[in-house]
Nanobody
């Protein structure tokens, strides 16, 4: 079983910065996709940033130039540096990964518990 534990959310003023972290733990053989998703009040969430299987990064248009995703493969950890935050960035942020367990051939998607980010003056 794989778990993902997030940290780094909180309250910040518009224009401020936050850094989210998410560490995967368990009997992990490999992780390919790692990324961040957010959900604000309303019907739909949004993929914020992701490392794809080939290592490329993709960002939502709404965060390009402000957010940066990075990862530490040795620690199975993914980060999201968020700069120039806006009130519309307020949401619960979830990390996720596609992980394969030791002894298994098929990977599956794992989600973190979510961390609240509030941008308000």
């Amino acid at each position: 079983q794989v778990q993902m534990v997030e940290s780094g959310g909180g309250l910040v003023q518009p224009g401020g910065s936050l850094r989210l972290s998410c560490a995967a733990s368990g009997n992990i053989a490999s992780i390919n996709v790692m990324g961040w998703y957010r959900r604000a009040p309303g019907p739909q969430g949004e993929l914020v940033a992701v490392f794809s299987r080939d290592g490329r990064t993709t960002y939502a248009d709404s965060v390009k130039g402000r957010f940066t995703i990075s990862r530490d493969n040795a620690k199975n950890t993914v980060f999201l540096q968020m700069n120039s935050l806006k009130p519309e960035d307020t949401a619960v942020y979830y990390c996720h990964c596609n992980a394969r367990l030791l002894g298994y051939s098929v990977p599956y998607t794992v989600w973190g518990q979510g961390t609240q980010v509030t941008v308000s003056s």
